[in-house]
């Protein structure tokens, strides 16, 4: 593989997709608070960035995993972010877990600059990742996502097109209540038990 591709969070499953990336022969850059994940990322055969703008001059393709909306917009079009870098043809790949509208307006803000960003949301855990089936969903611009197809396919399985931007938030937003609806109705359940039932749990 040519292409450099960076990774803004290498916590738990940024720094898996990361891995991925680089056992699949690209050139990775990465960015983390932590100098314990930089240094796993190197490991593997990645580098490290200054700055997200510093990676933007670099990099073809930039896959976002953070924790908030204020990290996802101050590493996209901060005053070091990603559009500072003012590099056109770039496509970022956000997984982050966030609302739309956080997401619709950063990628506005890209778009004035000629850089995409695919609102994409993945289901899965730091193993399901490394062992190359980590569930993806994308949506957004569909040229995007197609030149994206090798850096997918370094990591997603399976990768599910959902069409309109915001269109991969809303999966994971079901998804996600689906999960608390089955833990808080196992919880209950387990509540009705007699104690002596307990033990064969």
């Known amino acids: ?72 917009h101050e590493v996209t079009t901060g005053q070091t972010g990603i559009a500072a870098a003012s590099r056109s043809g770039i496509v970022v790949i956000d997984t982050c877990t966030l609302a739309v509208d956080d997401k619709a307006e950063a990628a506005r803000r890209l778009d004035d600059i000629d850089i995409t960003l695919l609102d994409c949301t993945v289901s899965g855990s730091r193993a399901t990742c490394l062992a190359g089936d980590l569930a993806t969903f994308a949506s957004g611009d569909k040229d995007a996502f197609d030149r994206s197809a090798d850096v997918f396919a370094a990591f997603a399985n399976p990768l599910h097109w959902m069409g309109d931007f915001g269109n991969a938030s809303r999966i994971k937003y079901v998804l996600n209540y689906l999960v608390c609806i089955h833990n808080a109705a196992s919880a209950e359940a387990l509540c009705q038990w007699p104690p002596s039932m307990l033990e064969w749990c």
């Open 1 to 72: 593989m040519s292409a450099t591709v960076g990774v803004i969070g290498l916590g738990a499953m940024g720094s898996a997709i990361a891995i991925r990336l680089c056992q699949a022969g690209f050139d990775v850059i990465g960015i983390d608070l932590l100098d314990r994940n930089m240094s796993e990322l190197e490991s593997h055969g990645g580098r490290r960035a200054a700055t997200p703008r510093a990676m933007a001059e670099e990099a073809n393709f930039i896959i976002t995993s953070l924790p908030s909306a204020d990290a996802f």
